[in-house]
């Protein structure tokens, strides 16, 4: 039986990675971790550490100390957020990923997952069925961190055996968590608003399209990745990923189905240059062919699933 590391748990993703990876394996093999001081309620039926990834001894401590084979390092600085502080995001993204990586190097690991994002790509990249092998020259420094990250991955897999794995996630969508900087999060505010019978405004225009991706779709595809056996995992950097893609334009118009009352508005803000810079859709054939994936949600689906479980704050 793995013993599992989430780092970055109260996330987004790690919330819900901590939910489906226990009830696979019990909740006492998988072990929530992240930088706050205690866990929200969500994650809290299970072992919680508080981790700060930059702090590399106390990481290597804990791991090496409860014998951790499988980690996902999901702590990072968010797309949106890393450019308000370029220098921390660059460490962040960065020396936390060195740090798992040597630990799985020294044989204490024998799996890695480590998620990258379209952000990868750029201006230059095709934008429409981007391609898994293409143009990659990204214009922000969460973009550049991942681009690195996955050519480390791929260096220490090539070097020293490691075994990590990879996604390029496009923007995800859940009702169960909140999104955390993201230039995708319009996605999932956009909800709470329609919800609530109030007007939203948009921060990118109405017609620019992105990939995006239900949460449940997402978790399914990391866990296939990493459960799948390792002769089958052909890509090293990240595999490209697709579920649906749409601009803010359509999902309002397929929440309006549902809630004709449902008003928006766009303020485009410096969020538009960075989505402005991502591909509009992404051919993921290579993941299909290598370990069977494909997604299962699309536009009126999610539509439908956002609007029957977002709850209010009170």
Known sequence: MS??????ACGQIGTELVLTLREKFGNQSVIAADVRDTCPEIVA?????KMDILDREAVRGFIIEEKIDQVYLLAALLSATAE???AFAWELNMEG???ILDL???GHLKRIFWPSSIAVFGPATPKVLTPQKTIMEPSTVYGISKLAGENWCAYYHSKYGVDVRSIRYPGLISYKSLPGGGTTDYAVDIFYKAKEGKEFTCFLSENTALPMMFMDDAIRATLELMEVEESKVKVRTAYNIAGCSFTPKELSDEIQKVIPGFKINYSPDYRQAIADSWPDSIDDSVAKKDWGWSSKVDLPQL???MLQNVTIPV
């Open 84 to 86: 308000k502080n370029p």
């Open 303 to 305: 539509v439908a699933i």
């Open 45 to 49: 039926n299970g072992p919680y550490q």
């Open 104 to 106: 799985a190097k020294e």
């Open 97 to 99: 990923l060195f740090t």
């Open 3 to 8: 013993k599992i590391l989430i780092i970055g």
